[in-house]
C-alpha cells in the first residue's frame, strides 16, 4: 500500500465536528483548483470484508457535496436527500477522489451529483438535494 499524496493535493480539516472526528482514520484532502476531495483508503475504513464501508463512502460524498456546493454556490446548505449506488468496490491502498457537479441551482433547493472515484473509475455515484439554509435574523431585528 502507498502512502503518496499526488500532486495539487493539500490537507483539508472539515468544518463539521463529525467529519473531523473521521480524519481519525486517516487525513482529508483538498485540490483547490478544481474543489476535488480526496483520501487514501487504509483498512480502518474497512468492513469486515476488507473493503471500505459503504456508509463510510456516502458520509464522504455527502461531505463532498455540501462542502463544494458552499463553495461554488456560496451558500449555506444541509442535505434534504441523497441517494447512492454503489458501482465498485474501493479497498485499502486506493486514492479516493470525489467529484462534485452541481446539476440545478434554485432559490430554496440545490441539485448535485458526486462520483468517487479511483484512477478516472466510478466507485460510487450519489444524487442529492440541499436545502439552502436561510441568514439567521441579526438581533436588532429580533
Known amino acids: 500500500m502507498t502512502?503518496?499524496?499526488?500532486?495539487?493535493?493539500?490537507?483539508?480539516?472539515?468544518s463539521s465536528q463529525f467529519m473531523r472526528h473521521l480524519t481519525d482514520?486517516?487525513?482529508?484532502?483538498?485540490?483547490?483548483?478544481?474543489?476535488?476531495?480526496?483520501?487514501?483508503?487504509?483498512?480502518?475504513?474497512?468492513?469486515?470484508?476488507?473493503?471500505?464501508?459503504?456508509?463510510f463512502l456516502a458520509?464522504?460524498?455527502?461531505?463532498?457535496?455540501?462542502?463544494?456546493?458552499?463553495?461554488?454556490?456560496?451558500?449555506?446548505?444541509?442535505?434534504?436527500?441523497?441517494?447512492?449506488?454503489?458501482?465498485?468496490a474501493v479497498n485499502p491502498?486506493?486514492?479516493?477522489?470525489?467529484h462534485v457537479q452541481i446539476d440545478k441551482q434554485g432559490k430554496r433547493l440545490i441539485y448535485a451529483t458526486c462520483r468517487l472515484q479511483v484512477d478516472g473509475r466510478a466507485m460510487l455515484k450519489a444524487s442529492a438535494v440541499f436545502a439552502v439554509r436561510q441568514a439567521a435574523v441579526p438581533a436588532s431585528d429580533g
Open 59 to 88: 458520509t464522504f460524498a455527502d461531505s463532498a457535496l455540501g462542502f463544494v456546493i458552499s463553495e461554488q454556490a456560496r451558500v449555506s446548505v444541509v442535505t434534504a436527500q441523497m441517494s447512492v449506488e454503489y458501482l465498485n
Open 93 to 98: 491502498g486506493d486514492w479516493l477522489e470525489a
Open 25 to 55: 482514520l486517516g487525513a482529508f484532502y483538498r485540490r483547490e483548483a478544481d474543489n476535488v476531495l480526496a483520501l487514501r483508503v487504509n483498512a480502518a475504513h474497512g468492513n469486515m470484508h476488507g473493503m471500505a464501508h459503504g456508509g
Open 3 to 14: 502512502d503518496s499524496i499526488p500532486a495539487g493535493f493539500i490537507p483539508w480539516l472539515p
